[in-house]
């Protein structure tokens, strides 16, 4: 028939454009994990199955496409009715192939698959918790040397290429790229525990073959074993909102010597900023340190101005909350002020409490009071947060 | 809605004309052709919204629309295309066909048909009223969920997500009325000797349809309602902090959301081998075979809700359940494509417009239904859940599976229904136009999941450029061709060849003893069957 040629010519042209394009994926990345591995022998045993299976019969109805037509002078046979025992000969046998095939031939591999990739807690060493939040990863090892090691992980694009209506040239790993990666030890078995804050996220790296729903108020579990040293990432896959596709995540897998001396020197790392608490800030400090914050942070919402986007996310320059008292008559913060506002979020405002340290949230506040249009003068010590918190 | 398609042949009808006409009318012609109508404007409704995102997504980066809009317009898309188009495009096939298959005058409750009808347009109203109103200032927009409304986002969302449950609520009324409607008139109104045995296929799809839609409905009322008290009266239905739990929701939706699949689908089912036989000028094969196989989708769509959220988390034996249950669902299906190709296999074929869009469709069907079994295993679809493959996968179902079969149906009934033939040489040029640029649009989207594109996603990576181009530039395409399928309409109902009371050379069925049109009361007397 022309028209099929037609349509066999047209994809077989446009396939060929593509191929031209050398790196071009036609599959599932490289894989670096067990499960991964798996899933892509899964994947292509399936794949091969049901192409068979569906040229196979489209074979069968070109033929008949071609062969029975009016225009052929071909006369309609009608078809008759089979005794009862052919009938049921030709019944059980293609169930019985059908069987076969979803159950055996496919049903028995998906089956140890799913065994597998539920098993998270056999041999792991290492547990990892991630908390999806809008926008954002935490990361948070839970046992060994690592534990307390706890950090938040960004998009680190810069802002001007994901703005609208931005020419320039992009960066490399546009959108994929954040400011603190996840560090895991090659070949270890990491037990990673998920949950959120505020709405569902999923946190998934396509070359792990792993990917699990993050539920706020709930544990999730699955794992991963990196087997090849190397930089992977990945996107949140659960619409999580406006920023659903900025929320990238990105894992260096390391040999082990050099996982502990990152664990060594994020340590060290968290001490100083714990140190920087407890000293007194100057206001210029503190407003230089909240600009960064505010920017990486808080700007998705109420912009880089302050302006907001009324009427879901309020202006901050000039806000009756940004401009009015922190701290009540007795010394601790007021409700619906500044900093409880930043502490525990209302509607769709997170809250900042589990995601930022006492330097930055003060730095924030300060900032948001002395700039974006703001100059109410005074300066909230880290000291302050820290005690709020208690 | 200003053409008459039935307007010469009112022997002994008298009805209100003009506006009032449509307005009043208890007509199931009339209603029929309501419902095509609406189905086809919110076709193009939910088709600009979708060309919106194709534009968007041409290249990497933020051209066109902001993140927050793009959220809304994915959602209404889907809602638009699957309660305001693909549904009311079935429901107005059956308000025309069935009476007239079954040798019935009308639908049983006439005055339920008109009320069914006229839930939808407030429905589509509230649907895409936000849109208007964020540009007055009035609210942040439409719903930004999603189609699926999961909550804690949706409990999160601004007052779109009232009006989209609220649309859902009327649409959900809508579906039911049309369903007991139909039920009440297949169960009632059988010409004499029409046993339900030997009732046309299209019937009986409609038959299970009206059955699913019955019982998973409420579920979907229920789970929106649930989501409202959530939203504004401080229950805790999905949220952990008061006992909830988020995932529950997607439980209840899936309750209804995947029958939903098959309730678009049956209908559609019901009338391919309807126009298969017609077109092979032989009686269609294993028509007890087929109704079975309705008979045991309808059971399994029920218990296979799960399979839509494996990456939620479950028990292992919940997994292994759904995984297999899902599978299952290749039995039923393997026998209806036997059928049909058994149909076609020694006949004596044309290819008239129709026929194509048949041959068509059992093609690409077959390929969402393939990639729908490789879907159902748990591991594999870690990696596919939410990402592009998903999407090419429903899109193979829904749009070719779904609204391809719906154009199958306008050109093989728009003669017996308007009393002219359409332009042959256009719809075939339809027909193909659609057909490539849908596999353009489509088979990149596949490459794109594999590579590890999450759907719903305003900006992308570089990597995935050069398939999203190609993806844009076809759905224009098909999104164009669509003109020409209202232009072939459209003059069809204005003039043409006439038809003949057959239509077609191996027409079989009630519908094709009546005149083209039909008279505005169909049977006067009573046919029988034998």
């Not at chain 1, 010519?9 to 499960?35: G, K």
């Not at chain 1, 049921?88 to 979803?102: K, R, Y």
């Amino acid at each position: 028939m022309r028209g099929f040629t037609k349509v066999s010519l047209a994809l077989s042209a446009m396939l060929a454009s593509i191929s031209a394009q050398a790196d071009y994926a036609w599959n599932f990345p490289e894989p670096v994990t067990p499960m991964a591995l798996d899933t892509l022998h899964v994947h292509n045993k399936f794949m091969l199955i049901t192409m068979v299976i569906f040229f196979v019969v489209l074979a069968i109805m070109i033929y008949s496409i071609f062969a029975h037509r009016k225009s052929k002078n071909f006369k309609a046979v009608a078809d008759k009715a089979p005794s009862t025992a052919m009938e049921i000969f030709w019944t059980l046998v293609p169930f019985a192939i059908l069987l076969l095939i979803d159950f055996v031939i496919m049903g028995i591999p998906a089956y140890h698959s799913v065994i597998m990739m539920e098993d998270t807690r056999d041999k792991a060493t290492m547990v990892v918790k991630v908390t999806g939040s809008q926008w954002r990863w935490q990361y948070e090892y839970m046992d060994g040397d690592a534990k307390g090691i706890k950090f938040v992980s960004n998009l680190s694009t810069p802002k001007e290429q994901t703005d609208k209506g931005y020419q320039g040239k992009k960066d490399e790993q546009y959108l994929l790229e954040v400011d603190n990666h996840l560090v895991l030890p090659v070949g270890e078995k990491v037990r990673i525990l998920m949950t959120a804050t505020d709405v569902m996220h999923n946190w998934w790296v396509p070359q792990f073959g792993s990917s699990r729903l993050a539920v706020p108020g709930f544990l999730r579990e699955t794992w991963v074993q990196v087997d090849k040293a190397g930089t992977y990432r990945g996107q949140c896959k659960e619409l999580c909102g406006k920023g659903h596709g900025y929320m990238p995540v990105v894992v260096d897998a390391v040999p082990m010597e050099e996982y502990k001396a990152w664990v060594v020197a994020k340590k060290e790392e968290m001490a100083k900023a714990s140190a920087g608490a407890d000293k007194e800030w100057t206001k210029d400090e503190l407003v230089a340190e909240g600009k960064g914050v505010y920017e990486k942070n808080c700007a998705v919402c109420h912009q880089i101005t302050g302006a907001g986007l009324p009427p879901a996310f309020p202006a901050l320059t000039g806000s009756k909350i940004a401009t009015g008292p922190i701290f009540g008559a007795d010394g601790k913060y007021l409700k619906d002020g500044h900093l409880d506002r930043v502490l525990n979020g209302i509607r769709v405002m997170p809250g900042w409490k589990a995601l930022l340290n006492d330097t930055e949230i003060a730095a924030v506040i300060t900032y948001e009071r002395n700039a974006l249009g703001n100059s109410v003068g005074d300066v909230l010590q880290p000291a302050q947060v820290k005690a709020a918190r208690q | 809605m200003s053409t008459t398609t039935v307007a010469h042949h009112d022997d002994h009808a008298e009805h209100p004309t003009g506006i009032m006409r449509w307005l009043t009318t208890t007509n199931h012609k009339d209603i029929g052709t309501m419902y095509l109508t609406f189905s086809l404007i919110m076709f193009f409704v939910g088709g600009a919204m979708i060309l919106g995102i194709r534009a968007e997504l041409f290249q990497p980066g933020l051209q066109l629309v902001n993140p927050e809009f793009f959220n809304q317009l994915i959602g209404v898309h889907a809602l638009i295309m699957i309660f305001a188009a693909l549904m009311p495009a079935a429901t107005g096939f059956a308000n025309w066909m069935i009476p007239l298959q079954i040798g019935a005058p009308d639908m049983a409750l006439p005055r339920l048909n008109n009320w069914g009808f006229w839930l939808l347009p407030p429905s589509a109203i509230l649907l895409t009223l936000p849109f208007t109103l964020a540009m007055f200032g009035i609210g942040d927009g439409a719903l930004a969920t999603g189609w699926t409304f999961y909550p804690p986002l949706s409990v999160q969302g601004g007052i779109g997500v009232d009006f989209a449950i609220f649309a859902v609520h009327l649409l959900g009324v809508s579906s039911v009325l049309g369903s007991i409607n139909i039920i009440v008139t297949l169960f009632n109104m059988r010409a004499p000797g029409m046993t339900l045995m030997k009732m046309p296929l299209f019937a009986w799809g409609w038959l299970i349809t009206a059955f699913l839609l019955v019982a998973t409905i409420p579920v979907l009322a229920g789970a929106v309602t649930m989501l409202l008290t959530d939203r504004h009266f401080g229950t805790h239905f999905f949220d952990a902090a008061g006992g909830g739990d988020p995932v529950m929701f997607q439980h209840l939706f899936w309750f209804f959301g995947h029958p939903e699949v098959y309730i678009l689908l049956l209908p559609v089912w019901g009338f391919i081998p309807q126009i298969l036989e017609t077109f092979s000028r032989k009686p269609m094969y294993g028509y007890k075979a087929q109704v079975y196989s309705f008979w045991a989708i309808g059971a399994l769509s029920v218990v296979v809700w799960a399979h839509h959220f494996f990456t939620s988390g479950m028990p292992v034996p919940a997994l292994l359940y759904f995984m297999y249950s899902t599978m299952a669902i290749s039995l039923p299906l393997a026998v209806m494509f036997f059928c049909w190709i058994k149909t076609m296999w020694k006949g004596s074929m044309s290819f008239e417009t129709p026929m194509l869009f048949t041959v068509g469709w059992i093609i690409l069907f077959g390929i969402g239904g393939l990639t729908g079994l490789v879907l159902a295993d748990v591991a594999a679809d870690a990696q596919y859940h939410n990402s592009y493959f998903v999407v090419a996968h429903f899109h193979y179902t829904l749009f070719a599976g779904g609204i391809m079969g719906i154009m199958a149906g306008v050109y093989f009934w728009l003669p017996k229904m308007t009393g002219h033939m359409y332009n042959e040489k256009l719809g075939k040029v339809h027909f193909w136009l659609t057909a490539i640029s849908f596999n353009l649009t489509f088979i990149p989207q596949f490459f794109l999941g594999l590579a590890g594109m999450p759907r719903r996603i305003p900006d992308y990576a570089l990597q995935f450029a050069e398939f999203n181009m190609i993806s844009s530039v076809a759905a224009f395409v098909l999104g164009l061709s669509q003109l020409l399928f209202v232009y072939n309409i459209v003059t069809c109902i204005k003039g043409g060849k006439k038809a003949t009371n057959k239509v077609w050379e191996g027409a079989q069925g009630l519908e094709w003893t009546l005149p083209s049109p039909p008279p505005y009361h169909s049977f006067t007397e009573q046919p029988t069957v034998k």
